[in-house]
């Protein structure tokens, strides 16, 4: 009906000859009952309402100070230039990096973009230090390699520096606390005089009306001595009263662009939503002597904290910084030789929380803010395999607000890999320890998202055509292009169903347990025949559909290796689509996506190294996450996906949950790696780390019980492994395989030791290997 609308409204408007361009449009893909997601339709008016809105304030205010990445993303002479031309949407296709920051246990989230710049939250204004001098303001944005970030240490949170001014040093920390019970973002500006004369300075915070990806519009400014309100809201709380606050908007010009410009009025109203703010301190440094201020921006809805002083901030920072050291001491800890890897482990773990919102997983912050059960799947699987399993606990519930009466757990409407997502996390989190009265609690839903899928199956399974007994065409994950029967979608939904038998299983429910079983059985023989059919036209390679050729979007089948575990490694069509996306995808040692996402993506690298690691390529794994080491931000961030020249973020968020989660899973997986059979140790461990004085993994938690691991080089060439591994009741028992590499990684490739150890309920285990990886005759 809407087609044939469009059709008629092209026609009237004499504008027929594009009605071949919709056709074309509907027909690109497979045939589907939903064209497109609709709830994807809102996010893209979002998008290109905000763009355009960029497009006209930029360009009509190019005396403006913009955010770092319009600064560099129209500047001709910056690689990260890209023109407007017939594009009237301006928005960040460079530069989309941020480090997000929050205080555990909360859906409130404020960004910290690359200069330092706050922004509160999704499409707000932000906070920006600045630094008036005698006949200029410096700002962060204007100061290309001269600002530096790091993280905090003892604290999630971010410290911005601004080098090379002669004889100051100026710095400011950012994170965020409960302040008096309230939610906030503190900032705490320095200036320290290094020079041997005294310095006149003003430091200031101005409230700009914009964010790392548009505009952020401020209509009404209402100043008071020690705060400042926007649009009838409490943005900022000054511990010490500014000197002057001034106001301005497009038509009186940018302050920060002059010193001492702007309007001292306490009222200031735009209706464009170009209005902005600027709060400054006059400051004379003796020589060695030092200043600092501090201010906190409201994260809550709430207008309850007052005034806070100087002892407020000083608690507030004291208590987050016991939450952290209580929160890094918990769960999985891990102890390797590489400083890099290490630190990057550190710094993800302690700002993981971020993605948690309490009652679901979310992999941003901005425009990805909400709940996908795809996403929350790999959050939820990272968030296991640090020790923390109990935050996977409470997002179960959403299995009952998100399921439809026809069984389906909805993400997006058209997308049809949600259901076999929602039910392998209920069930993964049940495998790794978790509350076996959960399978209880969500059978019904369970059950019904099963035949949900069998349903959908019997859709197509009257077809001779290639695709008979999968899932109908759907948009799939978007990074693969449009509506098709994707294996992807399948490989989830057998995932799912495994999960199904099991949890039926556990409740004594044995004939459910073997219908469904069945139903799996004669789902997998439709699927394997459709990727028989596939992979001869993919020459040994596995396309991402029974219609498609060998592409990028091929790497969702590496998902059926691991994690999900429903394809063995030792598949005909494992190796070869491996190989070609090896040889076709990889750039700067990262998985490149050329489809939708363009861009180098963090967390599609991770499922090719995954596939490595599964195939014995310990090698190939290791160099894929040492890049995604090398391409993470200076405060250990990926946006969805990175620019190939300016290694900034061009694609989703700027802070990516998923990625983050996945690249602890990874770090953690070349420790110990679940099969179907039991634990793999160490197999994908560098022999020189072993070397270099070992590794440690304590309170892993897997399927088969909680691993305690402990590798130490030994007199002689020798190596001592240590393990102990606690099941709980229900868990499955299995195998340990030890396949503990062995020479100093710097000739060829390592060989490694494989042993096998049956695990009992406690099992523990100490082993002394010779130079050659062999038990050695020594008792440990």
């Not at 690359?114 to 600045?130: D, I, K, N, Y």
Request: charged residues 20%; proline residues 7%; contains cysteine.
């Amino acid at each position: 009906m809407l087609k044939g609308l469009i059709r008629h409204l092209l026609h009237v408007t004499g504008r027929s000859h594009l009605a071949s361009f919709l056709q074309g449009l509907l027909h690109l893909g497979r045939p589907s009952s939903i064209a497109f997601p609709p709830e994807l339709v809102e996010q893209g008016i979002a998008i290109a309402l905000s763009g355009l809105a960029n497009t006209m304030a930029v360009q009509s205010n190019p005396d403006w100070v913009w955010p770092v990445w319009v600064s560099r993303q129209t500047d001709p002479d910056d690689q990260a230039f890209i023109p407007t031309g017939l594009n009237l949407i301006t928005t960040n296709l460079t530069l989309r990096n941020w480090t997000s920051i929050g205080v555990p246990g909360s859906s409130h989230e404020a960004m910290v973009d690359p200069v330092g710049m706050v922004t509160p939250r999704a499409w707000s204004w932000s906070a920006l230090p600045c630094l008036g001098m005698t006949d200029t303001i410096l700002v962060p944005p204007l100061l290309p390699g001269r600002v530096r970030q790091e993280l905090l240490k003892g604290i999630p949170g971010v410290r911005t520096e601004v080098a090379g001014l002669e004889g100051l040093s100026w710095e400011w920390d950012v994170f965020a606390a409960e302040v008096e019970g309230h939610e906030a973002v503190v900032l705490e500006m320095r200036l320290r005089n290094t020079g041997a004369t005294e310095i006149s300075c003003s430091p200031g915070i101005c409230l700009r009306p914009c964010n790392p990806l548009s505009l952020g519009p401020i209509r009404l400014i209402r100043s008071e001595p020690s705060r400042i309100r926007i649009d009838g809201r409490t943005a900022i709380h000054f511990t010490t009263e500014p000197d002057r606050i001034v106001v301005s908007d497009r038509h009186h010009g940018d302050p920060l662009v002059r010193p001492r410009s702007g309007l001292p009025l306490r009222v200031l109203r735009s209706r464009s939503g170009m209005a902005t703010a600027l709060a400054a301190w006059e400051v004379a440094l003796p020589a060695g002597g030092a200043w600092e201020t501090s201010c906190l921006v409201p994260l809550d809805d709430s207008e309850g904290i007052r005034l806070p002083g100087p002892r407020s901030v000083r608690h507030a920072r004291e208590r987050a910084e016991s939450i952290h050291k209580r929160q890094m001491a918990s769960g999985t800890r891990l102890s390797i030789p590489d400083e890099r890897l290490q630190a990057g482990w550190n710094a993800v773990l302690a700002r993981l929380h971020v993605f948690d919102d309490g009652d679901r997983f979310t992999p941003g912050i901005f425009l990805y803010h909400e709940h996908w059960f795809r996403d929350a799947a790999f959050l939820s699987l990272g968030f296991e395999n640090v020790g923390r399993g109990e935050a996977v606990a409470p997002k179960t519930a959403l299995l009952r607000t998100r399921q439809r009466r026809d069984g389906l757990f909805r993400s997006q409407t058209g997308e049809w890999d949600s259901n076999g997502q929602a039910i392998w996390t209920l069930g993964l989190h049940i495998r790794r320890g978790g509350a076996a009265g959960l399978a209880e609690r969500y059978w019904p839903e369970v059950r019904k998202g099963v035949e949900w899928i069998l349903r959908q199956r019997r859709r197509t399974m009257d077809s001779r055509s290639p695709h008979r007994g999968l899932l109908p065409a759907g948009f799939s994950a978007e990074h693969f292009g449009p509506n098709d029967h994707y294996f992807w979608d399948n490989f989830w939904s057998i995932a799912g169903m495994e999960e199904a038998v099991r949890m039926a299983a556990l409740l004594g429910k044995a004939s459910e347990s073997d219908r469904i079983a069945a139903e799996t059985a004669d789902y997998r023989t439709d699927l394997e025949a459709a990727i028989a059919w596939a992979v001869e036209r993919g020459e040994g390679a596995l396309p991402s559909s029974p219609y498609r050729r060998v592409d990028a979007a091929s790497v969702g089948n590496l998902v059926a290796v691991c994690p999900l575990g429903v394809v063995s490694p030792s598949a005909s069509w494992v190796r070869p689509t491996v190989d070609h996306l090896s040889r076709h995808c990889l750039r700067d040692g990262l998985f490149f996506q050329p489809i939708v996402h363009t861009g180098l993506n963090p967390y599609l690298s991770v499922q090719l190294a995954r596939a490595k690691l599964a195939l014995g390529d310990a090698e190939g794994c290791m160099e894929i996450l040492q890049a995604l080491a090398r391409s993470a931000s200076s405060t250990w961030c990926w946006p969805e996906a990175i620019h190939p020249r300016t290694g900034g973020g061009c694609m989703g968020d700027g802070d990516h949950g998923w990625a983050a989660a996945e690249f602890l899973s990874l770090l953690r997986q070349i420790l110990v790696r679940e099969t179907p059979e039991g634990l793999e140790l160490l197999s994908g461990t560098p022999a020189d780390w072993i070397a270099r004085g070992g590794v440690r993994l304590t309170g892993a938690t897997t399927s088969f019980g909680t691993l305690d691991l402990e590798v130490r080089p030994r007199n002689g060439g020798r190596t001592l492994v240590e393990w102990a591994l606690v099941r709980s009741v229900g868990q499955d028992s299995g195998t340990i395989v030890l396949a503990m590499p062995h020479g100093d990684g710097t000739g060829a490739e390592p060989c490694r030791s494989i042993c096998r150890h049956h695990l009992l309920p406690s099992s523990t285990g100490r082993l002394v290997l010779g130079p050659d990886g062999k038990p050695d005759t020594e008792t440990p």
